[in-house]
């Protein structure tokens, strides 16, 4: 059982275009990780957010976290090809050591 | 600055040899340490993950083994290695206690023929 669901598990878009990519559990969570993977190396930390409803933007990324902390977003605004990689999202419950992960969303952005 | 190295790379091993991969973290003390594993261009699956020296918890039963003989070193082994066992390992440390948030290595792609 996936504990944490992202959705689409892979998107194709243009150059300029925007989109989102969501990662949804029925569990609470502590506090939610976005990380950006290149093939063959380790996943790199883009945000963390840790209060209901929070939103956070790093550039042209915009991360929130669902008011319940079951459930956060990633909004792409004019991708670019730069923006090619896998997007895992991941999740700590409280009073965890654990960290557990999302499948990921593929992404490939076309010039 | 806090770093955090695995080896080897990338190694071909047949069905039932051994396996051995280490990871070091360097400028910090007392990290919690994470042994993940990924199928190709999917998610992480947890293996291992260790709060100290000597104290190892699993997460899936399988056919590998952690230990964690000094502060800062944390090592996936096996006996015999399975097909199944095939796959990228990544090493991660534990930045921030509060939030979860990890920093990874560069990764191990095992295969196992």
């Known amino acids: 059982t996936q504990l944490l669901e992202q959705s689409p598990q892979f998107l194709s878009i243009q150059e300029g275009e925007n989109l989102t990519v969501y990662c949804n559990s029925s569990s609470v969570f502590s506090s939610l990780q976005w990380y950006r993977q290149e093939p063959g190396e380790g996943p790199v930390l883009l945000v963390t957010v840790v209060t209901g409803g929070e939103v956070k933007k790093l550039k042209r990324l915009t991360f929130q976290f669902g008011d319940a902390r079951k459930d956060s977003s990633l909004h792409i605004t004019a991708a670019q090809p730069g923006d090619t990689g896998l997007y895992l999202c991941?999740?700590?419950?409280?009073?965890?050591?654990?960290?557990?992960f999302g499948a990921g969303t593929r992404l490939f952005v076309k010039a | 600055s806090q770093t955090i190295h695995q080896w080897p790379a990338t190694l071909v091993q047949p069905v039932g040899s051994p396996l051995s991969l280490e990871c070091t973290v360097e400028g910090t003390s007392n990290p919690n340490l994470y042994w993940y594993r990924q199928a190709a261009g999917r998610g992480l699956q947890l293996l291992f993950y260790?709060?100290?020296?000597?104290?190892i918890s699993s997460e899936v039963p399988q056919n590998l083994s952690a230990s964690r003989p000094q502060d800062r070193q944390f090592i996936l082994s096996s006996k015999k290695l399975l097909l199944s066992d095939s796959g990228f390992y990544l090493c991660?440390?534990?930045?921030?206690?509060?939030?979860?948030?990890?920093?990874f290595g560069e990764g191990s792609r095992l295969t196992v023929l």
């Open positions: 991941a999740g700590e419950r409280a009073g965890g050591f654990k960290t557990i």
């Open positions: 991660a440390w534990r930045g921030d206690r509060s939030t979860g948030e990890l920093f």
């Open positions: 260790s709060v100290g020296i000597g104290q």
